[in-house]
């Protein structure tokens, strides 16, 4: 199978949606043992009732409390993503 990295989609909902996003937008949580040369990061994001904001009194604050922003999609979305 052949894999064309600037062709990757991903299309979730709800908490997947929540977990493709970040998997895009926030680069701060990758395992030591990683392949860096290889990248997680989509082309296109299709999400339907994502998850995308955990700020305070929103859904999953209660288990990521003050680290929401470094887990919220919403508070990371860099320069040339487009919405």
């Known amino acids: 199978m052949n894999v064309v990295p600037s062709k990757i989609i991903a299309c979730e909902d709800s908490a997947g949606g ?3 996003a ?4 926030i680069p701060n949580y990758n395992e030591d043992s990683d392949d860096f040369n290889i ?4 082309n ?8 995308i904001d955990n700020v305070t009194g929103e859904y999953g604050y209660e288990r990521i409390a003050d680290a ?3 887990f919220s999609p919403m508070h990371n979305i860099m320069d040339g993503a487009h919405y």
């Open 44 to 51: 296109v994001l299709v999400l339907f009732n994502p998850v």
């Open 18 to 20: 929540h977990l493709a």
């Open 39 to 42: 990248s997680c990061f989509t």
């Open 22 to 25: 970040a998997t895009t937008l």
């Open 68 to 70: 929401y922003k470094d």
